[in-house]
Structure formats: C-alpha cells, structure tokens
C-alpha cells in the first residue's frame, strides 16, 4: 500500500509564502505536486525523481516555487514564494515510479489535498 499524506496549507496574502510537506509511505518513487484552482482543471506544478535530483517545473511557477527532498525516503517539499491570488488551489501529491513530469495519467496514488488561499 502507498500513502501520501500532505500538510501546510492554509491562508495567507499576496505576495506571502507557503511550504507544503508531502510524506510518501512505502517504496521510492517520483513525486509530483498537482493543483486544481476554483473552476479550473487540474493542473501540474512541479515534480521531483526518487533521488531529488531533476526538478520540474511548470512555466507559471517558474522562479516562485521550489520542489526538494533529501532522501527517497524523506518528504517532498514545494516552498511557494510570492504567492499571487491566482495560486489559490487544493495542491495535491501524487506518485509514479515512471515519471515526474506533467503525465497526469502516469502518476498512480495520489494523496487527498490541501488547501492554500492567497487573498489580495
């Protein structure tokens, strides 16, 4: 069984910063962050390998957010600075042992979501 648990949402301002933590039980894996916004599809945000190496991001959080882990068994960070209204979402992790890029369809467990509100 693999679990992938999320924390570190919550509510803050324009301009402000969040870090969400993502603890993925079981084997190594790549791990993605996914968001999906009021009314919008879900959307990729960044992913790291199973060793922390490689990050990807997508273009509109390029230089604003950062993906990390130490260890493969450590948690996945995304430090999102600079946050703007628009970032507002349920950002969810999600595991592949094939990718960690934007192939939705390739990640295979996914955790429940957090919520992170940014207010202008």
């Known amino acids: 069984q693999v679990h992938l648990v999320e924390s570190g949402g919550g509510l803050v301002q324009a301009g402000d910063s969040l870090r969400l933590s993502c603890v993925v039980s079981g084997r190594a894996y790549h791990v993605g962050w996914f968001r999906q916004g009021p009314g919008k599809e879900r959307e990729f945000v960044a992913g790291i390998t199973s060793t922390g190496s490689q990050p990807f991001y997508a273009d509109s959080v390029k230089g604003r957010f950062t993906i990390s882990r130490d260890t493969a068994e450590a948690p996945v960070f995304l430090q999102m600075d600079t946050l703007v209204p628009d970032d507002t979402s349920i950002y969810s992790c999600?595991?592949?042992?094939?990718?960690?890029?934007?192939?939705?369809?390739?990640?295979?467990?996914w955790g429940a979501g957090i919520q992170g509100t940014v207010s202008s």
């Open positions: 999600a595991a592949s042992n094939v990718t960690w890029k934007n192939h939705r369809q390739l990640y295979y467990y």
